[in-house]
């Protein structure tokens, strides 16, 4: 058996595997080892799985790194981090959607996924708004700063401006800690009850500011601190 014939026996397995339970019992490396398939057609991707699950963590993580760190992994390239990051584009697009027509409490846990989604995995801190209107529902969530690795600047004028240019009636604050730690530092707890007064003079609910990482998250709001 040629080295062809192998590797095509082995994705063909794979992906008997995967159609079982829709790859549902699959470890991260040899989802992102099917993924991959698509873009590099003729070489072993196993390898390359490995290395950059090894380098990020997990699937999701990998997902959602840089592209300029994607590239840097031996065996990858532009190609493959284009690829990638079409995927994750498609899952962040995927959860907001899930989100879409209705933000309230019977569909809060639906909205701490997406946060987690769209920003748990991230390498440096993000901070986002979700605009909402009379009734909740979803008008636009926006990237309104980005930072370091531990800290990014707010500004409560910045996010009232837009609420009111998107007509916005209420607002959900999130942003990640790429530490893994979702405790809210005095800066945070500060510039939450900044923007809630800001809102408030103008009419507009801030209904809680939630911090992510990957595998945990904090409401200041169910931890009394709006």
Excluded at 46 to 73: Q, Y
Aim: proline fraction near 4%; glycine fraction near 6%.
């Amino acid at each position: 058996m040629t080295d062809a014939d192998d590797r095509k026996g082995h994705r063909h397995r794979l992906r008997e595997r995967f159609a079982a339970d829709d790859g549902a019992a699959m470890p991260d490396y040899e989802l992102l080892e099917l993924l991959l398939f698509q873009v590099v057609p003729r070489r072993d991707t196993k390898p390359l799985a490995k290395r950059l699950i090894d380098r990020f963590g997990s699937l999701a993580a990998a997902l959602a790194a840089d592209s300029e760190n994607i590239t840097r992994i031996e065996g990858s390239g532009p190609a493959i981090a284009s690829y990638l990051k079409a995927i994750h584009q498609a899952g962040r697009r995927l959860a907001r959607e899930d989100i879409g027509e209705r933000i309230g409490l019977g569909s809060w846990d639906k909205v701490i996924d997406y946060c987690r989604a769209e920003l748990g995995h991230l390498p440096r801190e993000s901070f986002h708004v979700l605009f909402l209107d009379q009734k909740n529902g979803l008008l636009a969530a926006e990237e309104q700063s980005r930072g370091t690795v531990d800290q990014t600047s707010v500004y409560p004028r910045e996010v009232v401006k837009r609420a009111l240019e998107l007509d916005a009636k209420a607002l959900v604050m999130v942003h990640n800690h790429p530490s893994g730690d979702p405790t809210p530092s005095h800066a945070d707890i500060e510039i939450t009850r900044a923007v809630d007064a800001a809102a408030q003079a103008l009419g507009i609910a801030l209904h809680d500011h939630v911090i992510v990482t990957r595998n945990a998250h904090k409401s200041l709001r169910s931890d009394g601190l709006i």
